[in-house]
């Protein structure tokens, strides 16, 4: 496991242009009062922070993490594929950006979620596509246009059956995959 979160060193202007299009992906599942999830939040929690004005709670897990951005948030440094210290049925949205493709244990990440879903409850889950990984490898480790550490980290590669089936397996009935960036990354949305 990494020591590290991301930004925890900076991050490059592509890098922060990618996370900002990824969390699009959760844009329409916020509402006024949403208690949210983040799995994977980052050192700096900035999707927790972006949402800090509309949601009633914000609650983000990552390796390691720095202060809270808001003080409707809170940020735990612990691993997005561990029991989570929270009640079931509690929340109303789990993100998980760009996260489940570094974990080691992608099945407990994705039971856990659901585990913690309200009844209607929703997860959204971004992870580049199995097809990405040569082009990823050149811009990060060839190209440096993005962070090396995040892509060499990656223990797996996802097609949308396989993404589609960890989620169902997890408890999900109701699963929507769909590629986006030009068809390099996955999008699912799974409700409880």
Known sequence: MRPDSYGAHGERRLDALLAALRRRRVDRHIRPGTVLVDLGCGHAG?????????????????????????????????PVDTPLPLADGSVDVVSCLAVIEHVERPDVLAAEAHRILRPGGVLVVTTPAAQAKPILELISVRLRLIDATEILDHKRYYRPATLRAELEHAGFADVAVKRFELGLNLAAVARR
């Not at 949601?55 to 440094?77: K, Q």
Request: proline fraction near 9%; charged fraction near 15%; avoid cysteine.
């Open 46 to 78: 900035s999707l927790l922070r972006a949402y800090s004005g509309t949601i009633a709670r914000g609650i983000g897990f990552d390796v390691a993490v720095g202060p809270p951005p808001a003080e409707n948030v809170e940020l735990h440094a612990q």
